[in-house]
Structure formats: C-alpha cells, structure tokens
C-alpha cells in the first residue's frame, strides 16, 4: 500500500492572500515477484513548499526529497536519493495576461544506479532548467501559454545525450 498526504495553511484574506505553506509526504512499495521471492522497493517523498502572493506578484518555492531503498526491484540493494529545488516569480499584467520565470534543479550523486529500463545507459536524473512562460485567459475556464525551457546543464553533465535541450511549448487548457 502507498500512502500520501499534503498538509497545508493559507491566509484567507488581506493584502497577503493567497499565501501559504505547505508539506507533502508519500511513503509506499512496490513489489515484483520472481520463482523464488518477492523483490520490494520500499520508497519516500517528501516536499515542503511555500507560496508568497500580494498584488500583481507572486513568488513560489518547492524542495524535494525522494529516496528509494531498491530502485530496480533487483536482488541486489540499490539504495537511490534524488533532490530537487523549483522556485518560481510571476507577475499579473492585467487580468488576461499573466507571465513568470521559473528555475528548476535536480540533482542526484546516485545517476549511476539509474539506468534506462532495459539497458546499462545511465538515467540522467540531473535536470538544470530556466523557464520563461506566458499566459493569456481569454475567459474564466481557458488559458493558453508559450513556455521556453533553456538547459543550463553543460554538455558533460548530460549523460544520455551529449547536448544541451532546450525547448519550446504551446499549451491550451480548457476546464469545464
């Protein structure tokens, strides 16, 4: 069985509404069964986030910690720890136009121990990205954004592809 759970507190008005706390946790197992025994992965999440909003301005940070204690679900013991940072600031223009800056980082010394299903090739876990985004909501229930991601890894620290990846994305998101 899994479980997961956010706990959370927000100001409910004022000039600093909007802004909060916040803790997420998930702890679990996964199995896989061979002739002789069950393999188990035993794994944990933690995240602790925090949101600032006044005004036109809002500010969101995010720390996570994942750690699995037999990644492959393999006989062998395979212990993997994985962190990461999102920190976010975005500004309301006007009440159709929204844009942010958001930086992510994830980082993990155990990217030898992740491998591609299926292959021996490292699973790169390291992931460096700044992201320029723009929204419009043209009504209550629709919003359509431009995203770029820039990769600010160097090419050494990108294992399964030698190149940087930057990237570019149109989304569309209707809510009914």
């Known amino acids: 069985?899994?479980?997961?759970?956010?706990?959370?507190?927000?100001?409910?008005?004022?000039p600093w509404e909007g802004t909060g706390v916040t803790m997420f946790a998930m702890k679990g197992v996964d199995t896989a069964s061979t002739a002789t025994?069950?393999?188990?992965?035993?794994?944990?999440?933690?995240?602790?986030?925090?949101?600032?909003q006044n005004g036109p301005f809002d500010f969101?940070?995010?720390f996570m910690y994942a750690e699995d204690k037999n990644w492959t679900l393999t006989a062998a013991?395979?212990?993997v720890v994985v962190r990461g940072f999102t920190g976010k600031a975005g500004y309301n223009f006007t009440p159709k136009w929204y844009g942010n800056l958001q930086y992510d980082i994830v980082s993990s010394k155990d990217g030898n121990k992740l491998l591609i299903a299926g292959t021996t090739t490292s699973s790169s876990q390291d992931f460096h990205?700044?992201?320029p985004s723009m929204w419009y909501f043209p009504?209550?229930?629709?919003?359509?954004?431009?995203?770029?991601?820039?990769?600010?890894?160097?090419k050494k620290n990108n294992t399964i592809h030698r190149y940087r990846e930057h990237e570019l994305f149109m989304t569309i998101r209707a809510m009914f």
Request: hydrophobic fraction near 35%.
């Open 1 to 14: 069985k899994n479980f997961s759970g956010t706990l959370g507190v927000r100001m409910p008005s004022g």
């Open 139 to 154: 009504r209550e229930n629709l919003r359509v954004g431009l995203t770029a991601r820039a990769d600010l890894q160097t």
């Open 77 to 79: 013991a395979n212990k």
């Open 37 to 52: 025994n069950q393999i188990r992965n035993n794994f944990i999440r933690l995240s602790p986030g925090v949101i600032v």
């Open 60 to 62: 969101h940070g995010a």
């Open 129 to 131: 990205k700044l992201s």
